[in-house]
């Protein structure tokens, strides 16, 4: 009899203790709920599934059948409930065009846009630091003056048109570099440098902010007038405080680079999920369409989520403010 | 940003720009702009020989003059821009006193729609709506306003937060004012700083977006141009005719450096964040 009790009990008080995860947990859960409801929707508001299906021509006897086949004459919370449980078990419909399964064609593009991002980001948050840092370093000097118009240029410069000006220069005039595809090295070139140069201005101006916030706290005071060495200072007190800041900008990242990747694998005709979300959209493949929204958004909810976590190891005062 | 505050020239010298842009813009076209004159496909600028000095920065593929598009282009991308900015900040503003008029629940739901907003990009929303509705100019600037309301929400409520506790709200309020009068009243010219600060950091980036838009061909829709629209039309024939692309993408780049010079210089000189 005393044992569900203390279990609910014991489970209560671990709850309560790490109430900040379990907030941020429930947040990401309704969120992922919000994006299949508005994905759900989006199909059924985009028109008559039979009408798209089967055309003008179709009769009544069809139509009937249609709804039957795919359970469109179910009341709508079980039209739900069963697309939730197929998205779940991977199942997202097929393609209208391509007549395949969108999960296949969706699995397939994963790479192409991987390999493209990753390095893409690791690269951009690399320099931005470093950039930053020594923008910090050199406060109110000329270094400093020129790094921040630099990254307002970078920051400035649409990565739609930046990307035309590259091929414009490397594959019309110069003849140098190939203008679309992902088949050698030598394709990644172009697109890697726009997306780096929007992406370390962001993170080249947030980290100059963030340090020179730190830089005129008390205890960085404290620590010259000790005579430590500014480097050492920047290195051992400056940066671990400023990774609280970084880290926040890397949730909201996140999403512009998922931005990024649908305009600059559009340019570049890149064959990952940016371009085919494009595509798709243009072409009113809806089951296309909504597997690439569900697949973008729960993996932004997901960064996000990994990212409030990490802010939780990371700076325990905010786990107790939250809670 | 003590690059700027030394340098105010740099300030001057984006906000005339942008003025010199609009005042182009609003000057009558050349030719219509939507006009086209099949035997005078891909003329070059008047730069380049083969020139015609009736299109000064040359026709694009149907003949139509550059010049007249790029004008038409200016006003209806920064009409967009502006108002997209303006209904974010209205419906941002509003949601944000809603919460602070109401605390509780209803603030608990509206700073939650402000978090999903904030976890999922624009591009996003925009083209999982786009799919589904037919894109007009009213849908656009409605988009670009619910983009960007979240960050209005956020910072109303927080301000109104404090400001509740100062002392000229407390003394409005001990003289029977309702909540809703001192929010909008006495709050709002007090917070308006922090507010027009927003919109004027808000501003390039709403700009990118309908470009980035337009560029893919999901934002402004023919016969009206945008300069996104221009550029995502012209970039086919970058191989024969350069200039259809790059023009337009000019005025974008320029304008938006602008609008970000006078975003920093204005949130440095308000001095809020």
Known sequence: ?323 | MIFLKKYPLLFLLALGVLVLFTVVAFLPTPHDYNHQDLLKRFVPPFFKDGSDFLYPLGTDHLGRDMLSRIMAGIKISYFIALSGTFVGAVIGTLLGFTAVRFRGIVDEIIMGMVDTQASLPFIIIAIALLSVIESSFLVIVVLLGVAGWEKYARLTRGLSLSAVTHGYARAVSSLGASQGRILFIHILPNISSALIVNMTLNFPGTMIAESSLSFLGLGIQPPLVSLGRLLGEGRVYLLTAWWVTVFPGIVIFISTLAMTIIGDWVRDRIGTE
Request: with cysteine; aromatic share 12%.
């Open chain 1, 1 to 323: 009899m005393l044992l569900p009790v203390m279990l609910f009990k014991k489970i209560y008080c671990f709850l309560i203790a790490h109430s900040y995860f379990v907030v941020k947990i429930l947040r990401a859960v309704i969120t992922t709920f919000i994006i299949l409801v508005l994905s759900f929707f989006m199909v059924r508001a985009s028109g008559n599934p039979a009408e798209i299906y089967l055309g003008d021509n179709a009769t009544p006897k069809m139509v009937e059948y249609f709804n039957k086949k795919w359970g469109l004459d179910e009341p709508l919370y079980v039209q739900f409930l069963t697309y939730f449980s197929s998205v779940i078990s991977g199942d997202m419909g097929d393609s209208l065009i391509k007549n395949r399964p969108v999960s296949e064609i969706i699995t397939e593009r994963i790479p192409a846009t991987l390999s493209l991002m990753v390095p893409a980001a690791a690269i951009s948050m690399f320099l931005g630091i470093i950039l930053g840092m020594i923008a910090a370093l050199h406060h109110k000097k000329i270094t400093d003056g020129g790094i921040l118009l630099a990254s307002i240029i970078g920051f400035s410069l649409p990565n739609f048109f930046f990307g035309v000006i590259l091929i414009y220069f490397f594959s019309v005039v110069l003849g140098l570099l190939p203008s679309s595809g992902n088949d050698s090295f030598r394709h990644y070139i172009m697109p890697l440098i726009a997306i780096i140069t929007a992406d370390v201005a962001v993170f080249t101006r947030f980290t100059r902010a963030a340090l020179i916030d730190i830089f005129e706290k008390h205890y960085i005071t404290n620590f010259r007038a000790l005579g430590i060495k500014e480097k050492r200072i920047l290195f051992l007190q400056a940066l671990p405080n400023a990774s609280i800041a970084l880290l926040t900008i890397s949730g909201f990242y996140i999403g512009s680079l998922v931005a990024g990747a649908i305009v600059t694998e559009t340019i570049f005709s890149w064959p990952g999920l940016g371009s085919l979300l494009i595509a798709s959209v243009k072409a009113r493949d809806m089951p296309l369409v909504q597997g690439l929204i569900l697949l973008f958004g729960i993996s932004i909810v997901a960064a996000n989520l990994i990212i409030d976590f990490l802010y939780g190891v990371i700076d325990p005062r905010i786990r107790k403010r939250a809670s």
